[in-house]
Nanobody, 115 residues
Framework: QVQVVESGGGLVQAGGSLRLSCAAS????????MGWYRQAPGKERELVAH???????KYADSVKGRFTISRDNPKDTVYLQMNSLKPEDTAVYYC?????????WGQGTQVTVSS
């Protein structure tokens, strides 16, 4: 079965940094696009960052310049380096791993930024 497992969430102070990891496994098809989404209480899930297999990236305007997404294709792992964290970054962060016909989601990891 396909598994998508996030790690690295936690509690940090405003201005601090955190690095999230997501490992995808178990698919007979390659993971083409991978990304990070987040959802805060009372808000809709939103795209944070996205990366193609060739390394083309896109970021939400709210995190551009602060967050960096990267991936390790042999390990099917995607990372999100988060710097200069703000309280409004507080949310559950979800990893998404997409094959040609399906998008898989992780369980989510909590990121809390204190002021």
């Amino acid at each position: 079965q396909v598994q998508v497992v996030e790690s690295g969430g936690g509690l940090v102070q405003a201005g601090g940094s955190l690095r999230l990891s997501c490992a995808a496994s178990g698919s007979i098809f390659s993971f083409t696009d991978m990304g990070w989404y987040r959802q805060a209480p009372g808000k809709e899930r939103e795209l944070v960052a996205h990366i193609t297999r060739d390394g083309i990236t896109k970021y939400a305007d709210s995190v551009k310049g602060r967050f960096t997404i990267s991936r390790d294709n042999p390990k099917d792992t995607v990372y999100l380096q988060m710097n200069s964290l703000k309280p409004e970054d507080t949310a559950v962060y979800y990893c998404n791993a997409q094959t040609w016909d399906y998008a898989y989601w992780g369980q989510g990891t909590q990121v809390t930024v204190s002021s």
